[in-house]
């Protein structure tokens, strides 16, 4: 698997909203033609979908910035501008997606054609016409679109398979795989020559087929990082059915067998409680056969199927594979994907603090900065509509409680504004 990448950080950006417009009806026979500006599109959303035909995160090396584009502007005559569509970005299965920021799983993607809204387009802005109320005939007043929302990903990819072969380096995964698949995993007779996760399917007869999964070998120490760590232990919380090749050439077997066992169980407490079967590999070696009757009495002992076979000459491989393919007949389907909502605000939008600076203040409220970005600031009304946020959000008068004076400067956003009393508005 030339080029596996199981984990990624991208950067994504939804498409700002179309802004709404300020315009009249002006129509030589219609004297009071009236307000018709028309609405701004919405932005696009960014979406990962899962594409079943891919099973790397390899396409986010080179690209890690994705921007939808822009709701379109408005129109007169009442015209909405045009909603952009929504920028998809294909996964493969098993994609875990988190908040790099903070640390929240937003969603689990492993079913194909499967859908997660990382970042929501902006709302287009409204024009002129709603507005107009019997006090206002002529509103000089509309939205700026909404901005849109910028936020950091981490991907971390989770292989889907059926069977997972686990075992200490050189146990002879990567033979069996090679063995029972069309995967042409490293092999060499050495530790670690698996540094990246294989995926191989296993055709038994015409109805049954079983997709395996080569975890690099692990070793003491695994659940906390050491040697390949953390980096593949994941990958087998996907399995559901575990193949335990068992180096029969290791100085010993059991206690190697312990050592696997004790590495899945302290990453995972789940793992020690999937249905394993036991491979005594290297049958085909004289001092191996001779050591088969004290290993299977021991495995026996502990509660595990145990079978002896020659990955390499392929004797008593797919006796496994069938014991392994019954098992997952009798298991229950796995649990579906739970939906995990994008967004879970922590906080208020509507609260807010004020920093004092040098020159004035900073006021940081994500409803006020939001606000800003969509106050047309060329119309008077507007400003004024702005003025009405303040107060409502209660930080005009925060402000005055603060020490603002009139020519301080106001921060909201990467808007400086100038505080005046409202006489002068």
């Not at 929240?104 to 802005?125: C, H, M, S, W």
């Not at 002896?308 to 008593?316: F, S, W």
Request: aromatic share 6%; net charge neutral; proline share 8%.
């Amino acid at each position: 698997m030339t080029g596996f990448i199981d984990e990624a950080e991208i950067v994504v950006r939804s498409g700002k909203g179309g802004d709404g417009i300020v315009h009249f009806r002006r129509e030589k026979y219609v004297p009071k033609g009236g307000p018709d500006g028309g609405d701004g599109g919405r932005g696009g959303d960014v979406v990962l979908e899962v594409n079943p035909h891919l099973n790397t995160l390899a396409h986010f090396r080179h690209r890690r910035r994705f921007s939808a584009q822009n709701g379109g502007r408005g129109g007169p005559n009442r015209m909405s501008g045009k909603s952009a569509a929504p920028l998809v970005i294909p996964v493969p299965p098993g994609t875990v997606v988190y908040d790099a920021e903070s640390g929240a799983l937003l969603g689990d993607l492993t079913e194909p054609g499967q859908r997660l809204v990382v970042a929501k387009g902006g709302r287009g802005g409204r024009g002129n016409v709603h507005f107009a109320s019997a006090r206002n005939r002529v509103p000089r007043l509309a939205e700026k679109g909404e901005p849109g929302e910028e936020r950091r990903l981490r991907l971390e990819l989770k292989l889907i398979a059926d069977v997972g072969l686990v075992g200490v380096p050189n146990a002879g995964k990567s033979t069996f795989l090679a063995r029972v698949t069309h995967a042409r995993p490293k092999i060499a007779a050495y530790p670690f020559t698996t540094l990246t996760p294989n995926l191989g399917v296993a055709t038994l007869d015409e109805s049954t087929t079983l997709v395996l999964a080569d975890i690099p070998g692990l070793i003491e120490g695994a659940h906390q990082g050491v040697g390949l760590g953390h980096d593949f232990l994941r990958h087998i919380q996907r399995t559901r059915v575990l193949i335990h090749l068992l180096d029969g050439l290791a100085a010993d077997p059991l206690a190697d067998f312990a050592q696997i066992n004790t590495e899945l169980a302290l990453f995972d407490p789940h793992l020690a409680e999937k249905p394993q079967i036991v491979a005594f590999n290297k049958m085909d070696l004289p001092q191996v056969a001779a050591r088969w009757p004290q290993v299977e009495k021991a495995i026996r002992e502990r509660g595990f199927e145990v079978y002896p076979i020659a990955a390499l000459t392929g004797e008593g491989v797919r006796q496994v594979l069938g014991r392994a393919a019954q098992m997952l007949q009798t298991l229950p389907p796995p649990p579906p994907a739970e939906e995990t909502p994008v967004y879970q605000p922590e906080e208020d939008p509507r609260a807010f603090t004020l920093e004092r600076l040098p020159e004035g203040f900073r006021v940081h409220c994500p409803a006020l900065e939001r606000a800003a970005a969509m106050t047309y600031w060329e119309y008077d009304q507007s400003v004024r509509r702005f003025h009405r946020i303040l107060q409502a959000l209660g930080i005009d008068q925060a402000l005055r409680a603060a020490g603002v004076q009139p020519g301080d400067t106001v921060w909201v956003g990467d808007y400086a504004l100038e505080w005046r009393e409202e006489a002068d508005l």
